[in-house]
């Protein structure tokens, strides 16, 4: 990861505004999770871009009370579950700019998979895997102009080992995620998905389409 000056950090990618963040919903204010997200979506707030969540509690709270604290902008994507026991829904303590509402788990997953330009996945449990698996499948079948992912602490590194060394993991799988382990981090690693993009390393991100993903 590049280093930065003490007063130096990194502007806001240009073409870029969205970021979408997912985490642990059973995350308390106390944990180290709830801590990173908030200081996480504060640096993103500050640098200018909006952040994206699922309007629950956990980790989505903690990135909107962040995103809030920067003087930035939420979107949350919700939906209200009748039957399914263990989702959380929306939690009336995540203060929301804008909501789009969902009738389901997975056109929720898929209308935050469209509406974040980058990703960023936080410690979590079960729905937190399906969201980062969704992302990752998704950036490989549209390699070259897919949305990047930043797994954020450094336990992804022990995670992404076992991963190539028990799965058959294509080489360009291993390029379209960065990990970060703090605010700065997480900023120059926007900044560099999107300094590779106009090197021609991918072909040119943009703001998704109905369906998500677009052709350049």
């Given at each position: 990861?590049?280093?930065?000056?003490?007063?130096?950090?990194?502007?806001?990618?240009?073409?870029?505004?969205?970021?979408?963040?997912?985490?642990?919903?059973?995350?308390?204010?106390?944990?180290?999770?709830?801590?990173?997200?908030?200081?996480?979506?504060?640096s993103l707030a500050k640098a200018g871009y909006?952040?994206?969540?699922?309007?629950g509690p956990g980790v989505m709270e903690a990135?909107?009370?962040?995103?809030k604290a920067g003087g930035g902008k939420v979107?949350?994507?919700?939906?209200?579950?009748?039957?399914?026991?263990?989702?959380?829904?929306?939690?009336?303590?995540?203060?929301?700019?804008?909501?789009?509402?969902?009738?389901?788990?997975?056109?929720?997953?898929?209308?935050?998979?469209?509406?974040?330009?980058?990703?960023?996945?936080?410690?979590?449990?079960?729905?937190?895997?399906?969201?980062?698996?969704?992302?990752?499948?998704?950036?490989?079948?549209?390699?070259?102009?897919?949305?990047?992912?930043?797994?954020?602490?450094?336990?992804?590194?022990?995670?992404?080992?076992?991963?190539?060394?028990?799965?058959?993991?294509?080489?360009?799988?291993?390029?379209?995620?960065?990990?970060?382990?703090?605010?700065?981090?997480?900023?120059?690693?926007?900044?560099?998905?999107?300094?590779?993009?106009?090197?021609?390393?991918?072909?040119?991100?943009?703001?998704?389409?109905?369906?998500?993903?677009?052709?350049?």
């Amino acid at each position: 990861m590049k280093k930065f000056g003490k007063q130096s950090l990194p502007e806001k990618a240009p073409d870029i505004d969205h970021v979408a963040i997912f985490g642990f919903a059973d995350a308390k204010p106390g944990d180290k999770v709830y801590r990173d997200a908030f200081l996480v979506a504060k640096s993103l707030a500050k640098a200018g871009y909006t952040v994206v969540d699922g309007g629950g509690p956990g980790v989505m709270e903690a990135a909107s009370l962040g995103a809030k604290a920067g003087g930035g902008k939420v979107i949350g994507v919700t939906f209200y579950p009748e039957n399914a026991q263990h989702f959380e829904g929306r939690d009336k303590n995540n203060p929301l700019d804008e909501e789009i509402k969902t009738s389901n788990y997975i056109e929720r997953t898929l209308t935050l998979m469209k509406e974040g330009q980058v990703y960023i996945v936080f410690n979590g449990a079960s729905g937190t895997m399906s969201e980062f698996g969704m992302a990752w499948g998704l950036a490989r079948i549209y390699f070259g102009h897919h949305k990047p992912i930043i797994l954020y602490g450094n336990f992804w590194k022990r995670i992404m080992k076992v991963l190539r060394e028990n799965l058959l993991v294509r080489p360009e799988e291993l390029q379209v995620y960065k990990i970060a382990t703090s605010p700065r981090e997480v900023l120059a690693a926007i900044k560099d998905f999107k300094d590779e993009l106009e090197a021609g390393r991918h072909r040119e991100m943009k703001m998704s389409t109905e369906d998500g993903f677009v052709n350049s």
